[in-house]
């Protein structure tokens, strides 16, 4: 097995490793050559963990998609048919794409790019930075081969980011975006050579060209980050920001409220359900400073659409129900805030954290995250009893509820009181000491 292979394997986690042998065998099915690439194989080599899977396929990657689908009860989420690409989501959560090896044209900067059908190489020479232009085969006659035409292996071991054209901020101008929060995300600097091409770009004016919908689509993952405040200060430093949303640069960008989400999130635990239902809270943060109507400007300039609007303008009232189920005097055991934050949406949770000013809500919805859920996953293997029912089913599901409630219910044992240590003996002075005097 390759190294890279192993490395790879090292780095996914279970549901994952299952998803990438799905499309490995779905791509047999339909005959076509598969590849990792991306963000996948970028985040594997500098250490990271991997967040979404990005496949890519010599050949006709909707009809791949689809086999996936059909195979793995997955579902597609998106799908850009110019580009051929589809995003696809798993039932564990998992997230990937898969996308045609192309090749890609622009007549002036911004415009949508003329794509036609490419070899792996081609692909990997038309992308954005180096670090994004790596590949590994996932084709049985050379699983484990790695492609790396732009020497991006070399800039992820130097952490630094450096664009792969001289001609590639004119052609897709929404890379100056990218290059900062992928900056800010990893941590790498800027290729002196790069940092030219972008003063350059930034000299022509290309920002401009940026469509309001690539703002939205950048925005979007901003807020999925670890650390969207950073980002924005970034981009507001550049001033990117008041280039391609002016209405939230400078004193408008909500610093303090965006840097308060950040820790919140630090606080719930990571997959891609939770990145997710980030966005909500992300935009609520971000457009708080606003007003009324400035928001509404927003909303229309940007072309953000209605289901991602409703996740923020609908939060508000969507939390109520769980912060009045919080503050309940009912509540007076472990097991009553485990059961009602484990099922609750995790949106509603982080905006309660975000933005509740009831005292026993913020000390539940934490002593939850810090405590209860803590003491849950600890629990041994070998401490887990035999439920009665099938896994899944009511009957089983009750009584791990029940044991679940018991172990966070019961008080800790006491320590046993130690009687205080008898007090010295008196002194005794010699008689001969005693005479003296």
């Known amino acids: 097995m390759s190294d890279y292979v192993y490395m790879l394997e090292s780095h996914l986690s279970p549901e994952q490793n299952r998803v990438v042998a799905e499309v490995m065998t779905a791509a047999g099915e339909v005959n076509a050559n598969l590849f990792l690439t991306g963000g996948a194989m970028r985040d594997m080599l500098a250490g990271f963990r991997i967040r979404d899977l990005d496949f890519v396929v010599e050949g006709n990657a909707l ?153 939205w689509a950048e925005l979007r993952l901003v807020s999925a980050e670890d650390s969207p405040s950073e980002i924005l200060r970034a981009l507001d430093d550049e001033g990117l ?55 509404q400007a927003i909303v229309k300039t940007l072309e953000i659409p209605k289901h991602d609007v409703d996740a923020w303008q609908k939060l508000e009232a969507r939390s109520k129900k769980l912060e009045t189920a919080l503050r309940s005097p009912r509540i007076r055991k472990p097991s009553h805030v485990y059961r009602i934050v484990q099922t609750a949406p995790v949106d509603e949770v982080v905006f309660l954290l975000y933005h509740s000013a009831l005292k026993p809500v913020q000390e539940r919805l934490r002593s939850y995250y810090q405590k209860y859920l803590p003491a849950v996953q600890e629990i041994q293997p070998e401490e887990w009893p035999v439920f009665e029912g099938k896994p899944g089913s009511p009957k089983h599901q009750k009584a791990r509820d029940e044991f679940i409630a018991n172990r966070l219910d019961r008080r800790p044992p006491r320590k046993p009181v130690e009687p205080p240590p008898p007090p010295p003996p008196p002194v005794v002075e010699p008689v001969a000491v005693r005479r003296a005097r």
């Open 63 to 215: 009809k791949l998609a689809k086999t996936v689908c059909d195979r793995a009860d997955a579902s597609i989420v998106a799908a850009d048919e110019n580009r051929k690409t589809a995003d696809l989501l798993f039932p564990a959560g998992v997230t990937a794409q898969i996308a045609m090896s192309r090749q890609e044209k622009y007549g002036r900067p911004g415009t949508k790019a003329q794509v036609t059908p490419a070899t792996i190489q081609e692909d990997l020479r038309r992308r954005d930075f180096t670090c994004n232009a790596i590949a590994l085969s996932l084709n049985r006659a050379s699983r484990g081969l790695l492609l790396d035409p732009m020497n991006g292996l070399a800039d992820v071991e130097r952490r630094e980011l450096r664009a792969v054209s001289a001609y590639g901020f004119y052609d897709d101008p929404t890379r100056l975006l990218r290059m900062v929060r992928l900056r800010v995300r990893l941590g790498f600097t800027v290729e002196e050579r790069t940092r030219m091409q972008i003063a350059n770009a930034r000299e022509a004016g290309v920002e401009a060209a940026i469509s309001p919908r690539a703002v």
């Open 241 to 295: 920001l008041s280039a391609c949303v002016p209405a939230l640069a400078g004193a408008k960008l909500n610093l303090a409220g965006l840097t308060k989400l950040d820790k919140i999130n630090r606080l719930v635990p990571e997959d891609a359900w939770t990145r997710s239902a980030r966005l909500g809270p992300f935009l609520y943060a971000l457009l708080e400073k606003l007003t009324p109507k400035e928001r």
